[in-house]
T-cell receptor, first 112, second 114 residues
Framework: DAGVIQSPRHEVTEMGQEVTLRCKPISGHDYLFWYRQTMMRGLELLIYFNNNVPIDDSGMPEDRFSAKMPNASFSTLKIQPSEPRDSAVYFC??????????FGEGSRLTVL | AQKITQTQPGMFVQEKEAVTLDCTYDTSDPSYGLFWYKQPSSGEMIFLIYQGSYDQQNATEGRYSLNFQKARKSANLVISASQLGDSAMYFCAMRDNQGGKLIFGQGTELSVKP
């Protein structure tokens, strides 16, 4: 069975550019989460969806960040404009109901 | 508000020995779930074990067990017979069963010595 699929795996961009991270959750899962991981701040929850509806986006750092889930099989996290402090590993995860999350391999973002 | 605390940034254990990784949590919700994840140096997040707040018995999965003390709000992970491959970051997490939100602690880096 396919797991959570994230793309791109690595992204290097310059400050000010738009970045779009993509996620395909496991089929049948009804929750989708976006996390950001850095050495300084650990694993931060940015936003999560239930049945494609954003439930809590209080972790989104600022207006430069936006996330969408247009259907049950696809979500995007967009950063516009990007800044060096956005450099991190971004994880997408999904779950069926309230049990464990299954994580993608992460997207490593470097903003120069 | 939910909060998860892991007070041990790093720990060492001798191969074949048991080790306990601490986790305390705070929530006002009566129904919640507690999780442990392993993150090796390769970066993937691996689910280890789950404990529901209403579960009467401590969860076990192979060499992993969760020492759940509800009154103390602690959910420590016990790894028995440590192996070199257990060297990794370990994260405790809590999920609110009403809204589904899941948050992580700061993590504990475990090093297993041969």
């Amino acid at each position: 069975d396919a797991g959570v699929i994230q793309s791109p795996r690595h992204e290097v961009t310059e400050m000010g550019q738009e970045v779009t991270l993509r996620c395909k959750p496991i089929s049948g899962h009804d929750y989708l989460f976006w996390y950001r991981q850095t050495m300084m701040r650990g694993l931060e929850l940015l936003i999560y969806f239930n049945n494609n509806v954003p439930i809590d986006d209080s972790g989104m750092p600022e207006d430069r960040f936006s996330a969408k889930m247009p259907n049950a099989s696809f979500s995007t996290l967009k950063i516009q404009p990007s800044e060096p402090r956005d450099s991190a590993v971004y994880f997408c995860a999904s779950s069926f109901g309230l049990r464990e999350l299954f994580f993608g391999e992460g997207s490593r973002l470097t903003v120069l | 508000a939910q909060k998860i605390t892991q007070t041990q940034p790093g720990m060492f254990v001798q191969e074949k020995e048991a080790v306990t990784l601490d986790c305390t949590y705070d929530t006002s919700d009566p129904s919640y779930g507690l999780f442990w994840y392993k993150q090796p140096s390769s970066g993937e997040m691996i689910f280890l074990i789950y404990q529901g707040s209403y579960d009467q018995q401590n969860a076990t999965e192979g060499r992993y067990s969760l020492n759940f003390q509800k009154a103390r709000k602690s959910a420590n992970l016990v790894i028995s017979a440590s192996q070199l491959g257990d060297s990794a970051m370990y994260f405790c997490a809590m999920r609110d069963n009403q809204g589904g939100k899941l948050i992580f602690g700061q993590g504990t880096e475990l090093s297993v010595k041969p």
